[in-house]
């Protein structure tokens, strides 16, 4: 069974950085594409970054120059690195696994807070 454990998150002031993680298990991690969404209150949940497993990496607009995602195979964690945040990116952040057979899954889910 795919399980996926977010840690990282909290309350930050505007122009502040955060650094999200993600260990998986259960799965070959280093076949496994990886990608961090976010759902603010009313909204829909929105992709926000992705990584294949040969390293292509991919950004929406809103946040592309300021957010990085990463992955330590060795370690089976993908992280989401968050630099000059912004109000507009409180949310509750989501990562999620699509492993080589087409199974996805799903972390707990971390609050990200920023204070203007």
């Known amino acids: 069974q795919v399980q996926l454990v977010q840690s990282g998150g909290g309350l930050v002031q505007a122009g502040g950085s955060l650094r999200l993680s993600c260990a998986a298990s259960?799965?070959?991690?280093?076949?496994?594409?990886m990608a961090w969404h976010r759902q603010a209150p009313g909204k829909q949940r929105e992709l926000v970054a992705s990584?294949?497993?040969?390293?292509?990496?991919n950004y929406p607009d809103s946040v592309k120059g300021r957010f990085t995602i990463s992955r330590d195979n060795a370690k089976n964690t993908v992280y989401l690195q968050m630099n000059s945040l912004k109000p507009e990116d409180t949310a509750v952040y989501y990562c999620?696994?699509?492993?080589?057979?087409?199974?996805?899954?799903w972390g707990q889910g971390t609050q990200v807070t920023v204070s203007s």
């Open positions: 999620r696994i699509v492993t080589s057979l087409g199974y996805g899954a």
């Open positions: 259960g799965t070959i991690f280093s076949t496994s594409a």
């Open positions: 990584l294949t497993v040969g390293g292509s990496t």
